[in-house]
């Protein structure tokens, strides 16, 4: 059973930084993509961030582009997102995703259930 559990979230104030972690487990971690995705308050889905099988492709939404780094460790099936100068439009829940292949633009096939980023002064 494909299992994404998300943690890291919690509240912080503009212009500060959070490291989000996502665990995972009951699948071949290092063949596949993986995601980041967001949720704001009231709003839809956001695509974050996706980074290839290996780490050695990683794309951005523009807006994240400077501010946030994914990168993902596989002998420890972890995916991270470093978070930095943090706004308050950053503030949603953030999720995890498996890719359905080793790239991650070929969309996303499960989802983990999500940790909550608040930023706020």
């Known amino acids: 059973e494909v299992q994404l559990v998300e943690s890291g979230g919690g509240l912080v104030q503009p212009g500060g930084s959070l490291r989000l972690s996502c665990a995972a487990s009951g699948f071949t971690f290092d063949d596949y993509a993986m995601s980041w995705v967001r949720q704001a308050p009231g709003k839809g889905l956001e695509w974050v961030s996706g980074i290839s099988w290996n780490g050695g492709s990683i794309y951005y939404a523009e807006s994240m582009k400077g501010r946030f780094t994914s990168s993902r460790d596989n002998a420890k099936n972890t995916l991270y997102l470093q978070m930095n100068s943090l706004k308050s439009e950053d503030t949603a829940v953030y999720y995890c995703?498996?890719?359905?292949?080793?790239?991650?633009?070929?969309?996303?096939?499960?989802w983990g259930k999500g940790t909550l980023v608040t930023v706020s002064s």
């Open positions: 995703a498996k890719g359905f292949y080793a790239e991650p633009y070929y969309g996303m096939d499960y």
